[in-house]
């Protein structure tokens, strides 16, 4: 596994520079009703009522990609109070979501892809190149399926030590009515996705963003109804489950985990102050 993992991501980064460099784009057909390619750029979880929390602005707990193990050693956590533990785990989640949420931008990128043409009813982009005797070829496919549209970032290799045929490496569904989708992110070799993103939106608002890391196990799922949020993390940085809710106008709020005070649901107040929960 560990050899099938190098050469994907030596395959990722040749790509990328080659995607940056190479004008030889196929021609085709230009049709206008050619769709957009996909974006998430509107989901955005509403992590306001951290704004003032120090862990938050800093994202120390994310950035330091430790262990809870490791950052036991350097700060005692039960020490802390309940809003600013809360916010080590909101960090994570922005940091995550920003970093890993948002790799649709990174590879459906159309200044790359050349014309578009129909194949199978689909629509679809193909381009590649050939060097030292091996070659990429890579196909972008969209379809409208019951109000949903489809898209797939497939490569096919010749010439390399593990040749790829019509490999999947990205999937993602878009509602056309613009209320949410998800996308999956693939390893070559595996048929289960690595990654995995399903979001809900509602009037220009983010009620639902649940992400996940299939192979550790590792998940977050924030929802918002009304003025109440919820964070819920499983096996981030080896605590267990997590949740976290609170009030976006009050900012009153709570955490409960078992890397906090073993376990045991802590409040804090408007003022962000440890309180008694009711």
């Not at 920003?98 to 892809?113: A, E, R």
């Not at 629509?123 to 019951?146: F, I, L, P, Q, R």
């Not at 981030?236 to 609170?246: A, H, N, Q, R």
Request: glycine content about 8%; proline content about 4%; aromatic content about 14%.
């Amino acid at each position: 596994m560990l050899q099938k993992n190098t050469v994907l991501i030596a395959i990722l980064m040749l790509l990328f520079l080659v995607w940056s460099c190479d004008d030889d784009s196929p021609t085709g057909p230009d049709f206008d009703e050619a769709p957009e390619p996909p974006s998430i750029e509107d989901v955005e979880m509403d992590f306001s009522v951290f704004d003032q929390a120090e862990n938050f602005n800093q994202g120390t707990f994310a950035s330091n990609n430790k262990s809870l193990k490791e950052l036991r050693g350097v700060i005692n956590f039960d020490d802390m109070p309940a809003y600013e533990h809360a916010a080590l785990y909101a960090g994570f989640a922005q940091i995550w979501f920003v970093s890993m949420g948002q790799l649709p931008q990174l590879f459906f990128q159309q200044q790359n892809w050349g014309d578009p043409d129909l194949c199978d009813g689909k629509w679809c982009w193909e381009w590649g190149y050939a060097a030292g005797g091996e070659s990429v070829t890579m196909t972008v496919t969209a379809e409208d399926k019951n109000d949903v549209r489809h898209w797939e970032l497939r490569y096919t290799t010749a010439g390399t030590e593990e040749d790829l045929t019509n490999a999947l490496l990205i999937a993602a569904q878009l509602n056309l009515d613009g209320s949410g989708g998800s996308w999956q992110l693939y390893d070559f070799f595996e048929e289960a996705p690595v990654f995995n993103v399903d979001y809900v939106l509602e009037n220009g608002i983010t009620r639902m963003v649940d992400l996940g890391y299939e192979e550790e196990g590792v998940r977050f799922l924030y929802e918002r109804e009304g003025n109440m949020s919820s964070l819920k993390l499983w096996d981030v940085f080896e605590s267990g489950k997590t949740e976290i809710v609170w009030d976006n106008e009050t900012g009153n709020g709570y955490i409960q985990s078992p890397a906090y005070r073993g376990g045991e649901k802590v409040c804090w107040d408007e003022n962000f102050i440890n309180t008694e929960c009711t």
